[in-house]
């Protein structure tokens, strides 16, 4: 299991020392060099600056008794890659009913598009993937892959071509404010129009009746 903090074979010397510190506060703690590989493995994904936000923490708030892992998850604020897959998921199955897959969909998370792309191939296959059984099993696929891109240390893509742009057909401005959008780390999208007026820091240019929307195929239940 790759981590953080948690590198061949043994804990990181600044995990270690974060671990030490904490124990040196609370007299029955006792920890071994086996906890502490442990605690590294299990608290890989979070980030550096909110776990220490949590050992300090901890230090103020223990109860006299050296915390889990799993309060330290909770004291850093921090939700786990599970749960940040999970909203990925949701966030791609709306945007492939709301967007389709003719658009571009640009997303803040790049380990969903990694996750999306190793299970499906491709944004058209996953819009048109129909409910079923197999859906529910890709969406574990996609759970597995997600939180093997959260631990890795390579940049994620952040783009799933639509296939307008695919097609290499170069549509005038209007069309292209239809024909992209983004879905942002919290779950919420952005259309074209919507991208370009925060880009240029102004209101969204109104488009021509029938310009607004753009069909997509592959409706998902969240």
Partial sequence: ????????????????????????????????????????????????????????????????????????????????????????????????????????????????????????GSWQAFCEMPDGPALTQHRQQFLAYYRTWALAARKPRTHLPGICESSGRAPDFREALTWMAKLRADGTILYGRDIVALEAGRERPALPEGRDAQDGKGAKET
């Fill in 1 to 120: 299991m790759s981590s953080r903090y948690y590198v061949d074979g043994a804990a990181t010397e600044e995990f270690a020392k974060w671990m030490y510190a904490l124990a040196d506060l609370i007299p029955s703690a006792k920890l071994t060099e086996g906890q502490i590989r442990a605690y590294a493995q299990v608290l890989g994904d979070i980030e550096p600056q909110a776990l220490r936000t949590a050992f300090g923490r901890a230090s103020r708030e223990n109860d006299g008794f050296y915390p889990s892992a799993a309060q330290l998850r909770k004291l850093a604020g921090e939700p786990t890659s599970t749960d940040a897959a999970l909203l990925a998921w949701s966030g791609l199955c709306r945007a492939a009913e709301e967007v389709g897959a003719y658009a571009t969909l640009s997303c803040e998370d790049g380990c969903a598009v990694e996750a999306l792309l190793s299970v499906f």
